[in-house]
């Protein structure tokens, strides 16, 4: 029996053209001249009929026709010899030889184009994804199929939806448009239009997007992101937003699985937590697991306050937590919070030209490190601090920070502050082996030395006119500053000195050893921070 409909089958098709055209949804297919006749293969049932000069085979139960590679399996189907075409009805399902196969509830098929339409529960898998929708037209020959009345793909715990689609069966590649989501266990997607490879589980964005996980919500428009790997790379100022921080730069290249991330141009991190700072580099890479930042190429550090905030420049920026740091602290005063508050078990180390700027401080010294566990700040070879006309210098100097704002200072070994007096050519000099200063918002109110200190002061009569200068050492000098001017000195144990009247003092007499006033090397603005040549 299936012998002989295939034999029937073929004498109705050799009797007409298989280049007939035909209409379907109101347009003309083209012929694909290399479309061959579709042939009957097996049924349980078959019968042969001719209306209107046309051929019909119909055939049912277990239906299986094919055409070329392409075979197509149904319930019952309907074929058109004369115009090459196929109708079919009941557990539809095609397939070209290759791992794309389609299902449906019903079928029209142009045999000369290799165009199928299906209808009703439609289904379409490649062996990794498995895409649902009620219309897909369905090209064979190219393997496209597109959708435009809702559509679902399904790729493990992975699902996507979206009003329209379209699937490249040789790439496996789906793009959806119009509202479209993308869910899986670890994150949920929103955007307009996006492209999603059923293999790879890359998805690439291509308008504005939404990418809200657990504790993140991610915001771009130029990017992709592989969801089996879980690394993505976003583009054209794209932001990550957290319950710790926030990101935003130019390019970004994330990797979840190790907590790695890199962040190019312009690249901005704000925090959220009680350490209030920022940091602004051209390149920011980042270890979210082990809380480690590593920036270069201009890097800043801004820490944060309502006024008068600080900030800090190098060549090189890192932060880390105090918890894993592998040297010894050197300890400045006991530490603060590292138990009660995680976010304050964290440090920050600058290399190599640091500068550091506020609009009550400046500072400068080759490396720096700062503690939040201690609210230290660590001036480490060459440093020099200034505020407003004094300079201090020495081998080593710890800034105490008291709400994120200097409060103390204390140089060790070689201690040398200067004070100028006015716009004129004196200066006040104190040194010693250990030096503290002591702030109080922002303005100088109290220095102490000790260890062979030595001090020379210029004296000011009521008219504020000079009266001369004070050459003294001691083994311990105190000056109490008002309004920034020196108000009081005291000398403690030891007195040694004299008064030279003004005009009979040489000018070399008129410096401490190692005097060098240094106030070309001073960070005038923050704006010189951002300045490549500064």
């Not at 794209?238 to 312009?266: C, H, P, W």
């Not at 690249?267 to 082990?290: E, G, P, V």
């Not at 004070?470 to 000195?489: C, K, L, M, Y």
Request: hydrophobic share 35%.
């Amino acid at each position: 029996m299936k012998n002989i409909g295939y034999i029937l089958l073929l004498f109705v098709c050799t009797s007409q053209s298989a280049k007939a055209q035909y209409k379907f949804g109101g347009t003309n297919a083209p012929v694909d001249s290399n479309a061959k006749l579709i042939e009957f293969l097996s049924a349980e049932t078959y019968n042969v009929k001719k209306k209107d000069s046309m051929n019909y085979l119909i055939l049912v139960g277990h239906v299986k026709i094919k055409q070329g590679k392409t075979l197509l399996f149904g319930d019952s189907i309907i074929v058109n010899s004369t115009l090459n075409t196929v109708e079919g009805f009941g557990n539809v399902h095609i397939n070209d030889a290759d791992s794309v196969h389609t299902y449906a509830d019903y079928l029209k098929y142009l045999g000369n184009t290799k165009k199928a339409f299906l209808r009703k529960h439609v289904r379409l898998t490649d062996g990794k994804g498995v895409l649902t929708t009620d219309s897909l037209d369905y090209d064979v020959s190219i393997k496209v199929g597109s959708f435009k009345r809702g559509g679902k793909l399904v790729r493990n715990s992975t699902t996507l939806t979206s009003i329209e689609g379209i699937y490249y069966g040789v790439t496996r590649d789906v793009i959806f448009r119009r509202k479209v989501e993308l869910r899986d266990p670890e994150s949920t997607i929103f955007t307009d239009t996006l492209e999603y490879n059923t293999y790879s589980q890359l998805a690439n964005f291509i308008s504005p997007t939404k990418i809200i996980s657990k504790t993140r919500t991610i915001r771009t428009s130029n990017g992709n992101y592989n969801l089996g790997t879980e690394k993505g790379y976003l583009y054209e100022r794209s932001s990550i937003d957290d319950k710790e921080y926030t990101f935003i730069a130019d390019e970004m290249a994330i990797d979840d699985v190790q907590g790695l991330g890199e962040f190019r141009g312009n690249a901005i991190y704000r925090s959220k937590d009680s350490a209030s700072f920022d940091l602004m580099a051209n390149n920011i890479k980042t270890n979210r697991k082990k809380d480690i930042m590593l920036a270069t190429e201009l890097p800043i550090l801004l820490i944060k306050q309502k006024k008068d905030s600080l900030y800090v420049t190098a060549d090189t920026l890192y932060a880390a937590r105090v918890s894993d740091l592998k040297r010894p602290l050197t300890k400045a005063r006991d530490s603060v919070g590292v138990l009660k508050d995680s976010s304050l078990n964290k440090y920050f180390e600058a290399f190599h030209h640091v500068k550091v700027y506020s609009d009550s401080l400046q500072a400068k010294c080759d490396s720096l490190f700062y503690s939040l566990s201690d609210s230290t700040i660590r001036l480490l070879k060459n440093p020099i601090v200034w505020s407003n006309n004094n300079q201090i210098t020495g081998d080593t100097i710890f800034m105490f920070l008291n709400n994120r704002k200097p409060e103390q200072l204390v140089v060790f070994e070689n201690a040398l502050a200067i004070n100028k007096v006015d716009t004129t050519k004196y200066f006040n000099q104190i040194r010693g082996i250990i030096l503290n200063a002591y702030f109080n918002d922002g303005e100088l109110t109290k220095m102490t030395t000790r260890g062979s200190a030595e001090n020379i002061y210029f004296a000011i009569d009521e008219q504020n006119k000079f009266i001369g200068m004070n050459h003294s050492s001691a083994q311990s000098i105190e000056i109490t500053f008002e309004n920034n001017e020196v108000s009081r000195v005291k000398f403690i144990n030891q007195l040694n000195g004299k008064m030279s009247p003004m005009g009979q003092t040489a000018p070399i007499d008129m410096r401490v050893k190692g005097f060098k006033w240094l106030e070309e090397q001073r960070p005038k603005t923050k704006y010189e921070l951002l300045s490549p040549s500064n």
